[in-house]
């Protein structure tokens, strides 16, 4: 229904929120204890890439908080919901700490399962990513 629909695009909305201001506890707090983050991009060229389960997307978390300490920027810049899934396009902004620039664009495509982010599945520019974190 309408107010379901409304309700996972708010916890979405409201988990990209979290993640811009560098909350990664926060963001954690919205996903099931059972959630899984895929990345794509090939796993063994792109330290990210892949499949990962909870304990790995603390790990992941943690991961950007520390490499881009003033946070990375998430700009929905559209989303749609249906059923469970959200669909998201975003451009991200942020800076690492060596002051290299990373602003990278996503599709996300998010599930959600009693009021939590039981699953993500992010496409984004993975060359961009590789150059400005491994390159």
């Known amino acids: 229904d309408a107010?379901?629909?409304?309700?996972?695009k708010r916890l979405?909305?409201?988990?990209?929120?979290?993640?811009?201001?560098?909350?990664?506890?926060?963001a954690e707090a919205?996903?099931?204890d059972?959630?899984?983050w895929w990345v794509c991009g090939e796993a063994g060229r792109l330290?990210?890439?892949?499949?990962?389960?909870?304990?790995?997307i603390s790990r992941l978390l943690g991961s950007v908080?520390?490499?881009i300490p003033d946070g990375l920027r998430m700009e929905p810049l559209g989303m749609t919901a249906e059923d469970d899934r959200v669909a998201v396009e975003v451009e991200s902004f942020g800076t690492l700490v060596n002051g290299r620039r990373f602003n990278?664009?996503?599709?996300?495509?998010f599930r959600v399962r009693d009021g939590r982010i039981s699953a993500i599945r992010e496409?984004?520019?993975s060359l961009h990513a590789y150059d400005v974190f491994q390159g």
């Open 3 to 8: 107010a379901a629909l409304a309700a996972n």
């Open 12 to 26: 979405i909305t409201e988990f990209l929120a979290r993640c811009s201001v560098n909350d990664m506890a926060g």
């Open 30 to 32: 919205l996903l099931s």
């Open 34 to 36: 059972d959630a899984s």
């Open 47 to 56: 330290r990210v890439a892949g499949e990962k389960n909870r304990s790995q």
């Open 65 to 67: 908080k520390a490499a």
């Open 104 to 109: 990278n664009h996503y599709h996300f495509l």
């Open 123 to 125: 496409y984004m520019d």
